[in-house]
């Protein structure tokens, strides 16, 4: 089904081709007029009141429910399609730019005779495909999402998107780092290689959040050294190994990001404060980066603690 052991059922409304409604009962006026019969794509409507359960990730949101309940509607359609760039992307759950999270369906196929002409589907021939069932849906092979992508996508954008496929963002990797560089390393045609093969470069695995990789990023853009991902400490006080986000595992320094599930959830404020002092007791500093931090501040006070120089006159376009 999945590589992700974080997912629950959901009842989908049937799809079913227009075209079918007599075979299923349905009268004509009731097709076109009753709110039972809500059209999904041209040709295809779903039925309100008979469903389908189906597993999806713990994770999804409305519109991930979205993209899944369309691209099966046009599997009715044209059953050899697969999800692929941004649907793929969405529905892997890797980041994406905002202008990209749209309802338009990109579908790929290696027959290249293929023609879609329904509105909101971008159809891509391919010579050869490689097809995974995520969720009990066709979905390129992660590998073949980010090659084909990547000509698409700013180098930070792209960085972040290979981050949360090789990363645990939600769930599991779906793809090795290693694998994922070896992919790119030997497929013999691919658009924009060295832009994709520097961000490739950039990646890391076991990355948590795409706020992670920003603020990695950001450290390696102001000449500070990269921090380490999830360095490990053994904590004495909690009997277990301690990872903070980000950190100088040299001089005991760490940096985690908190976003807002940080702040709204008890239970997690708790397991900070756990971590936190568990990592001061044994001699780490606990810097606290949110979306309000001023990095022009945090800068210093990370060069301060690694003993290195101030760099007078710089100016980040993290600026805050």
Same mark, same amino acid.
């Given at each position: ?154 180098? =930070? !954008?792209? $960085? ?6 090789? @990363?645990?963002? &939600?769930?599991?990797?779906?793809? +090795? #780092?290693?694998?994922? =560089? !070896?992919? $790119? ?6 658009? @924009?290689?060295? &832009?994709?093969?520097?961000?490739? +470069? #950039? ?118």
């Amino acid at each position: 089904m999945s590589a992700d052991t974080r997912w629950v059922m959901h009842d989908f409304p049937e799809v079913f081709r227009t075209r079918d409604y007599i075979e299923r009962g349905i009268t004509r006026h009731s097709l076109y007029h009753s709110k039972r019969y809500k059209q999904v794509l041209p040709g295809v409507r779903m039925d309100r009141e008979r469903f389908d359960r189906r597993p999806v990730p713990a994770w999804a949101d409305t519109s991930w429910l979205f993209d899944a309940q369309r691209l099966r509607a046009a599997l009715l359609h044209y059953p050899d399609i697969a999800a692929g760039h941004a649907l793929a992307a969405r529905l892997y759950g890797w980041p994406l730019p905002s202008n990209w999270m749209t309802s338009q369906l990109h579908v790929s196929v290696t027959n290249p005779n293929s023609r879609i002409r329904l509105p909101g589907i971008t159809l891509r021939r391919m010579t050869n495909m490689t097809v995974t069932q995520w969720f009990e849906l066709p979905v390129l092979a992660p590998a073949e999402v980010v090659i084909g992508i990547a000509g698409d996508l700013l180098q =930070r !954008d792209l $960085v972040k998107l290979c981050d949360a496929a090789v @990363g645990n963002w &939600h769930g599991p990797p779906q793809i +090795g #780092l290693d694998e994922l =560089r !070896d992919c $790119v390393r030997t497929r013999p045609f691919i658009r @924009g290689r060295e &832009h994709l093969s520097e961000a490739v +470069g #950039l990646a890391r695995p076991n990355v948590d959040s795409p706020p992670e990789t920003d603020l990695r990023l950001w450290a390696v853009e102001v000449g500070l050294p990269e921090p380490v991902v999830h360095p490990q400490t053994l904590s004495r006080i909690l009997g277990r190994i301690v990872e903070p986000d980000l950190g100088y595992p040299d001089t005991r320094l760490a940096l985690e990001y908190e976003g807002g599930h940080h702040f709204e959830s008890k239970r997690q404020r708790e397991s900070d404060l756990r971590r936190d002092e568990a990592l001061r007791a044994e001699g780490w500093t606990v810097l606290h980066v949110t979306s309000n931090t001023n990095y022009i501040l945090l800068e210093a006070q990370i060069r301060d603690h690694l003993g290195l120089e101030p760099r007078p006159g710089h100016h980040s376009r993290y600026r805050r």
